[in-house]
Structure formats: C-alpha cells, structure tokens
C-alpha cells in the first residue's frame, strides 16, 4: 500500500483500464470493474484522489442520471454505493474532500441528490423496468440515504468506532454478500475503509475536521460564492470577474486571470475565448498573460496551435482571430528560437492564421467547395 512503483501503476494501467471498462455493456466486465473500484477505495483512496473523482462523475453519478443506462447497470451501481454509504469514513472523506474543495466536484452534494431521486421513483420511467425491480430500486436508493444518516449520527455524537458497525450488511471476514431479489443471484464483494482520503495535492487532512469543523465550513461557503461567480461569468464574463474580486476569491492582476482560465475546468470555454479576444486595454493584458502562461517549446506547430486552442472557443470574429494567432505566434518563436523553421513570428502568424482558415473550409458545412492540398500550398507560398 506504501510502494510508490505499485501507487503509480495502478494510476497509470488499473485505473486508466477501470475507467475504459467502467462503461462496459457487458455486465460480467462492468461488475468486475465496480469491484475493483470499492478494493481501491478501500486500501489505495489515500493516493487517488483526482482518479476517484472522475470514476465517481464520469461512471457512477452518470449512470444512475442516464437514461440510456440499463437496470441491470444502474442495480450495480445503487449496489456498490450501499457499502460506501455503510463507511461514516468514507462519507466524511467524500465531503470533506471534494464538496470542500475548492477546485472539484460537489460528489457528496450530487450523490444524495441522486439517491433522493430514486427513493422517489422518479428515474423508474426512464429505466423500462419491471414493477418489482422498481420498487427494488427505490428501495436501495432509500437505504442509501439512512445509511449516510448513520454515519452523520455516529461522527456527531462520536460514536465512530467500526465502519460498519451500523450496516445491515451480512459480513463475514469483510466481504459482504447480498443477493438480488429478482435473479437470486449473489453478488459478492469486499469493502473495507482502513484509511483516509488524501493525496498529495490535497492538504485536506481528516484529524484537522476533528480539531476544527469551522475550517470546512469556511471552505464549503468560498465553495458555493466561488460556484456562483462561475455562474455569473459564463453569463456575463465581466460581471462574473468583478464579483470573485469583490469577495476576495480572484486576484485583480491580468495573471491572476489568466491562471484561473487555465485552472478551472467549470468556465464556459466560449466565454474565455470572447473575454481574450476583445481589443480594450485590460482583456489584452490578460490574454498576453494567458498565452505567456503556456510553454511551447519543442513542441511542433500544429501540436503547439491545438495546445493553445484546447483551453478556450475560438470566437467568430476575425478580428478576434487575428489577435490571438498573432500572440500565440510571438510565443511559440519565443518559446521555441533555434527550431530554425520561422524566419519570424510574422512568418508563423500567418501559418498559424492559414491553419484555421484550412481547418474551417474542411469542417464548415457552408464552404461548398473544399480547398486542395496544392491550392494550400499555393496560399501559402513565400
């Protein structure tokens, strides 16, 4: 569990391959690929923190909010999440990590949103499933969320002693076993919480909530003013600036800008791109500091344009276009002097600028008449 080569296998193959066969149809695979999932939350959470994020977004949340997904996926899953719910551990880990934290995912937030629903009945139409696996379903989504209940009571009156000392779970040498109703099945699974959530670059520890719950919820406020400030920026990227600097949460320099656009996954990419692209003073500050932010050296052209374009939308404009491409220009001969390919920046602002309008003419379903490799050139030529 402390061996750095086997932490960074399993990060680099185990869960590269989990998130591959965490959306398998085939129920045999995506049952094994669950199981596996609870053993590393259980013995390796400590290290993979970012890892578990995704597989809780990206597969669980979303198969239960799909529509698409079948019965047989979303019981699995309402399955696994039963033994993570049964861990106060685990509970406590999930919010104090991930709704406390800045930069990621209300997990805790969305998961009992989720089972809510479900104890309702209101994702039974999308699941075409029969009355008894319905009502199997509303069930489970139910017990779910006594079993969180639990483990709130259990940290508030500090009666934490064993993870699973208020689970109805049959456990015998830390394997549970709980049967399907409607196909009498077993499924069998192992799920033990011996540590806590962290990594390396989290600096949530679980011993400060002991000594000082207000910490987190100092946290989980700057949370939500720092939510609905992305909110008020994907609408109206200036008013949405403003509001972070007036509640401290963002710098007023174009860098402190600039690093929140890179940093932060949440912002309307469309918006980032209009913000940078606009001519008055301030915004071009900002879009310097935001290129000077990226390193292209000794990355080649084309790689080095989708480098610097994977971070924001483009705008339509060709003004704003060209603002853009003739920084982005600057910088890759800055980052990259002796690569002798540019006589200038000149030079590679107007490849970089030709290298959209091609990219335009072979995608825009309004260009009729596509251009060929030597008319290109030709554009192109000296």
């Not at 696994?80 to 551990?89: P, S």
């Amino acid at each position: 569990r402390r061996n750095e080569m086997f932490i960074n296998a399993i990060k680099q193959y185990l869960c590269v391959a989990l998130s591959k066969n965490g959306v398998s149809a085939v129920p045999q695979v995506f049952e094994l690929s669950l199981a596996i999932f609870l053993t590393l939350l259980s013995n390796f959470k400590q290290h993979l923190k970012m890892q578990i994020e995704v597989f809780f977004k990206e597969i669980f949340l979303y198969i239960l909010e799909t529509s698409s997904s079948s019965f047989e996926h979303k019981w699995m899953v309402i399955q696994a999440l039963t033994r993570i719910c049964a861990d106060a551990q685990c509970v406590v880990d999930i919010y104090v990590n991930y709704d406390c934290d800045l930069s990621l995912a209300n997990i805790f937030e969305r998961l009992v949103s989720d089972l809510s629903k479900i104890a309702q009945g209101r994702h039974a139409f999308e699941l075409g499933a029969s009355p008894n696996q319905e009502k199997g379903m509303r069930i489970k989504g139910l017990e779910c969320l006594v079993s969180i209940l639990k483990c709130m009571v259990e940290w508030s009156k500090d009666l934490y002693i064993n993870p699973h000392s208020q689970s109805n779970l049959t456990l015998e040498n830390k394997t549970y076993v709980e049967s399907d109703s409607d196909s009498g099945k077993g499924t069998i699974t192992s799920y033990d919480s011996t540590n806590s959530l962290n990594s390396s670059n989290s600096n949530l520890q679980l011993s400060s909530l002991q000594e000082n719950p207000e910490d987190f919820e100092v946290r989980k406020q700057r949370k939500e003013l720092w939510e609905h400030g992305i909110d008020m920026f994907n609408k109206k990227a200036k008013k949405g600036l403003q509001y972070l600097q007036e509640q401290g949460l963002l710098g007023t320099s174009p860098e402190d800008i600039a690093e929140f656009f890179h940093t932060d996954d949440r912002i309307d990419k469309m918006m980032i791109g209009d913000f940078l692209g606009e001519n008055d003073k301030f915004s071009k500050e900002v879009m310097y500091a935001y290129v000077d932010q990226i390193d292209f050296a000794e990355v080649s052209f084309v790689p080095g344009l989708r480098l610097f374009l994977q971070g924001f939308r483009l705008p339509g404009e060709a003004q704003k276009i060209d603002r853009l491409m003739e920084k982005f220009a600057a910088r890759y001969c800055e980052c990259n002097p002796t690569n002798g390919v540019f006589a200038s920046a000149d030079a590679a602002y107007v490849l970089a600028y030709s290298v959209i309008m091609l990219t335009t003419d072979l995608h825009s379903s309004q260009v009729k008449h596509k251009m060929t490799k030597e008319q290109y050139i030709k554009m192109n030529r000296g």
